[in-house]
């Protein structure tokens, strides 16, 4: 049912378990390509049986991206696997706190762009991770907006390249508040630039998700994450919206992420399984 494109160690031995709990067939790298835009081949794999097995990756590098593309031309089911929605930071570490690692699982989609409608089941799991969840009040008021670039492979892979160029005359059009640009690569973390920040504005990052918890108001692209709760118009950035379900929204959230544990059980498949998205 499933069929997992591998491309290197610190990522396979995310995708694999979840692929051999469908009763899939992995599709090995013939070695590791360690630059970010290479090609990974797959001795096993014919572009032809594409359609036969429902896709999983890690990310969008080494080829993945395309898979996807490809996948989405189709209207063929893929799986996309990545860095978690909350607790983030550790990455591929063992979280200290659950002693696991945590990772976030979307079926044809590279994240949730969406509330997702959540049972009993996830309203227990998900406890576990919101004890440690603070979600404090709005902010309304803050002197400059804070711009959040994506990196230059989600620029390319969306065919944004202009994104920061273009977000920034925007904002020109509609406030004469101060515009501070945060990249990837600035040594000043996002989180201590948020205490007079008036508005966020991101295209897909999840850094949102610790923007909207901490009460600042967002802007975000509508493949984003923080779609549900986030204006997608920059006209609108003196006027921010504050939403009322943060709470439903971050639930969400943290029913699409898991343990590896719980992607080993079996349990994250059959609970995608037979989404419909």
């Given at each position: ?30 070695y ?32 993945t ?7 989405e ?26 002693n ?11 994240m ?7 049972d ?39 065919n ?15 406030t ?78 943290l ?11 079996g ?11």
């Amino acid at each position: 049912m499933l069929q997992a494109f591998c491309t290197r160690p610190l990522t396979d031995w995310v995708i694999i378990p979840f692929t051999n709990s469908g009763n899939g067939i992995i599709h090995r790298a013939a070695y590791e390509i360690r630059e970010h835009y290479g090609q990974t081949i797959w001795p096993s794999y014919q572009p032809k049986d594409l359609t036969k097995r429902a896709v999983v990756v890690f990310g969008i590098l080494r080829g993945t991206g395309e898979l996807i593309k490809e996948c989405e031309k189709l209207k063929h089911t893929y799986y996309h696997i990545d860095h978690a929605y909350y607790f983030k930071e550790y990455k591929h570490e063992i979280n200290p706190i659950f002693n696991d690692k945590i990772y976030r699982i979307t079926k044809n989609g590279l994240m949730l762009n969406y509330i997702d409608v959540i049972d009993e089941i996830d309203k227990e799991r998900i406890q576990k991770f919101k004890k440690y969840i603070d979600i404090k009040p709005w902010k309304k008021s803050g002197d400059y907006v804070l711009v959040l670039p994506p990196s230059e492979h989600v620029k390319k892979w969306y065919n944004i390249l202009d994104w920061e160029k273009q977000t920034v005359k925007k904002l020109k059009q509609y406030t004469d508040r101060e515009i501070i640009i945060k990249n990837k690569n600035d040594q000043k973390s996002y989180m201590n630039m948020l205490s007079n920040a008036w508005a966020v504005i991101t295209c897909q990052s999840t850094a949102a998700v610790d923007v909207l918890l901490e009460g600042v108001p967002s802007f975000c692209n509508n493949m984003s994450v923080a779609n549900p709760v986030s204006y997608t118009d920059l006209s609108l950035i003196e006027t921010p919206f504050y939403p009322d379900n943060r709470e439903e929204w971050i639930d969400s959230l943290l029913a699409n992420q898991y343990l590896i544990r719980e992607i080993e059980s079996g349990f994250v498949w059959n609970r995608l399984r037979e989404k419909i998205i």
